[in-house]
């Protein structure tokens, strides 16, 4: 888990890219009834204007709300890593996912033109995202973003704060 605000921007990053590219899949693959070469190059080309919109969502919204609901009525900061992770994860997915399928809903109904439609795509979303955005959080993406983090950045690699004399 990241320990400082560099870190965690570093993380969200890398955490932001793998959920956005593997939800736009998904979600473009069940517009196009299946998953095919096709909708993998669909979700791709989509992919940067969601993640653009994920990244800020996560890093400005759903981050402040998702930890403070962890750490006032699920866990305590002396609790064991995995309780933490778990509990900031699950706050996470239902936050982001609830934002992110009413992104999704606008932008189908900005390619279709059907803007009468979008509470009703929004709540139809909304379960859709959530039954494989939190599995796949908590057992592929979570786990695998991790692992890769800590790898890339061993822990005290990343500091907090420029040292004086570097700013020099």
């Excluded at 998904?26 to 940067?48: D, E, K, R, T």
């Amino acid at each position: 888990m990241p320990t400082n605000k560099r870190e965690s921007l570093i993380y969200t990053f890398m955490m932001c890219f793998c959920m956005v590219l593997w939800m736009s899949i998904y979600n473009v693959s069940i517009q196009m009834g299946g998953l095919s070469p096709a909708s993998i190059q669909a979700g791709w080309m989509g992919f940067p204007i969601a993640y653009v919109f994920g990244m800020c969502c996560d890093w400005f919204i759903v981050s402040k709300f998702a930890k403070g609901v962890a750490f006032r009525f699920l866990v305590k900061p002396e609790s064991p890593a995995i309780y933490k992770i778990l509990a900031i994860s699950c706050g996470m997915v239902v936050g982001m996912v609830v934002i992110m399928s009413l992104y999704g809903a606008a932008e189908g109904c900005f390619h279709t033109g059907a803007w009468d439609g979008i509470l009703m795509q929004w709540l139809i979303n909304i379960p859709r995202n959530f039954i494989m955005a939190l599995p796949f959080q908590l057992i592929i993406a979570g786990p695998l973003v991790r692992f890769l983090f800590r790898r890339a950045f061993p822990m005290g690699t990343v500091l907090a704060e420029v040292p004086a004399q570097a700013a020099i």
